[in-house]
């Protein structure tokens, strides 16, 4: 199974600050990669698929990069709205897996 | 809008079984993978497997294998995971998930607990 190491698993910064969330796959992943956030009691939601493209509607203060084994989740401008669970899944083979997710909270 | 829906909460006895449905609408639901995940209390994700409408095919992650079955009712755009021999750990909430050209909606999730 590929294994996805995602960090911080926690975090603290403030409205305004860039912040950047990394995974990384234990082997080649290509970029099939998504990332999701999740806020307490809420069904999760696709900000970023296939490494790097933004999911309509979502804020293009969301970005995201990489190939191979190593992506970034990068939020500038954090919104309070922002505070939540964020989780990097990889869907280049089964199983599928997710990160063990980053708790991005308020400073 | 494109939608799913999942069965209510479900409370079980460890050994027993669930089946967990999720239909689907304003989508050609026969086209696109069905995908179920699972998230314990406080935890995080977990990929349990997919299956493909139209065929039926499954791949199940290796950890379920021989206790999830995954199938679909195409006569009513409805999709099934049921897991069995349910142990305290089973305690999760289960969501169904497609992924569409333009979105991945989620079923709302439905909570199954397993307690003796």
């Known amino acids: 199974d590929i294994q996805m190491t995602q960090s911080p698993s926690a975090m603290s910064a403030s409205v305004g600050d860039r912040v950047t969330i990394t995974c990384r796959a234990s082997?080649?992943?290509?970029?099939?990669l998504a990332w999701f956030q999740q806020k307490p009691g809420k069904v999760p939601k696709r900000l970023i698929y296939?490494?790097?493209s933004l999911q309509s509607g979502v804020p293009s203060r969301f970005s995201g990069s990489g190939s191979g084994t190593e992506f970034t989740l990068t939020i500038s401008g954090l919104q309070p709205e922002d505070f939540a669970t964020y989780y990097c899944?990889?869907?280049?083979?089964?199983?599928?897996?997710f990160g063990q997710g980053t708790k991005l909270e308020i400073k | 809008q494109v939608q799913l829906v999942q069965s209510g909460a479900e409370v079980k006895k460890p050994g027993a079984s669930v089946k967990v449905s999720c239909k689907a609408s304003?989508?050609?639901?026969?086209?696109?993978?069905m995908h179920w995940v699972r998230q314990a209390p406080g935890q995080g994700l977990e990929w349990m497997g997919r299956?493909?409408?139209?065929?039926?095919?499954?791949n199940y992650a290796q950890m379920f294998q021989g206790r999830v079955t995954m199938t679909r009712d195409t006569s009513i755009s409805t999709a099934y995971m049921e897991l069995s021999g349910l142990i305290s750990d089973d305690t999760a909430v289960y969501y169904c998930?497609?992924?569409?050209?333009?979105?991945?909606?989620w079923g709302q999730g439905t909570l199954v607990t397993v307690s003796s």
């Open positions: 998930a497609t992924v569409l050209p333009t979105v991945m909606p």
């Open positions: 082997q080649g992943i290509s970029n099939y």
């Open positions: 304003e989508y050609t639901f026969t086209d696109y993978y």
């Open positions: 296939a490494s790097s």
């Open positions: 899944l990889q869907h280049n083979s089964y199983p599928y897996t």
């Open positions: 299956i493909h409408p139209n065929s039926g095919g499954t």
